[in-house]
């Protein structure tokens, strides 16, 4: 075996998908070829880091049922006998987790359900995006803690100007701001320190249909509360006490727009 076929094998072999006379021949090449075993060391490496840090949610029972019946009625791009939809739901959820071209495809797969799910759920969706924005390093685009920065910096970039204010003094420091996407509109972001924890707050004008006060989704705590004209939803790892004393102040003495 050559690299170039060590190459084409490599994904399937992670994936234990291989025969054993394959599987034995690779097994080989791996153990004499530097390059190629540090490539399969990396698909190991990048799957196991994937599945520590992506976020996930389990599926539910509704979305299930949605991805069984889309994979139903999908056309197969190459003609294959059909399979019990058990198998193919086993396929998605461990097959497509192992590997290198399929873990890429369950990366996005997992962004899919979790947009997917996040539009059944804002809250949901607010933890993702907080998560997603810690993980990249992006949770600050204006980094100040001078509201009269900060303000400007966002209503420059949106079609509403959100109330931003400073509580160092209460012990909620502002570190800056940045836009996100919540429900699929452009959303002011505010983020504050508390002590060692990050807050994300979501400030968006008045929505007819409100999310639950509070909920806790993957360990993280979301208060919502409206107030000043405004939906206030943040997220973060502290007490829901403490969090939901937080936004109710925000919102209750937000200056007037
Ligand atoms: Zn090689």
């Known amino acids: 075996m050559n690299c170039n076929e ?3 094998l490599a994904a399937r072999y992670a994936d234990g998908e291989i025969d054993s006379l394959q599987g034995r021949s690779i ?21 196991a880091q994937i599945r520590a840090e992506a976020p996930y949610f389990p599926a539910t029972p509704a979305l299930r049922e949605r991805v069984r019946a889309l994979l139903a009625n999908a056309p197969d791009v190459v003609p294959t006998p059909p399979r019990p939809q058990r198998n193919r739901w086993a396929w998605l959820t461990s097959g ?11 990366f996005v797969l997992g962004t899919a359900v979790i947009d997917w799910r996040a ?6 969706e607010a933890v993702a995006t ?15 803690s ?12 949106l079609d509403y100007s959100p109330p931003v204010r400073d509580l160092a003094d209460e012990g909620f420091a502002l570190s800056g701001g940045r836009l996100d996407t919540l429900d699929k509109q452009r959303v002011a972001t505010l983020v504050y320190r508390y002590r060692q924890h990050t807050i994300d ?11 639950p006060a509070l909920r806790t989704v993957r360990g993280f705590n979301v208060a919502h ?14 007490s829901a006490d403490v969090l939901t004393a937080f936004v109710q102040r925000l919102a209750r003495d937000a200056p007037s727009q």
């Open 96 to 106: 497509a987790l192992a590997g290198c071209t399929a873990t890429v495809f369950a």
């Open 225 to 238: 509360v409206t107030g000043s004209g405004m939906d206030w939803l943040v997220v973060s790892d502290v």
């Open 6 to 8: 060590a190459g084409t």
């Open 119 to 124: 539009n059944e759920d804002v809250a949901v």
């Open 146 to 157: 001078d509201q009269h920065t900060v303000k400007p910096w966002l209503s420059a970039r």
């Open 130 to 144: 907080h998560v997603r924005a810690t993980l990249n390093n992006h949770l600050i685009e204006v980094a100040s």
């Open 201 to 211: 707050v979501f400030v968006r004008p008045e929505l007819a249909h409100a999310p």
């Open 27 to 47: 097994e080989l090449h791996l153990r004499g070829c530097a390059a190629c075993a540090a490539k399969h060391r990396g698909v190991l490496a990048l799957r």
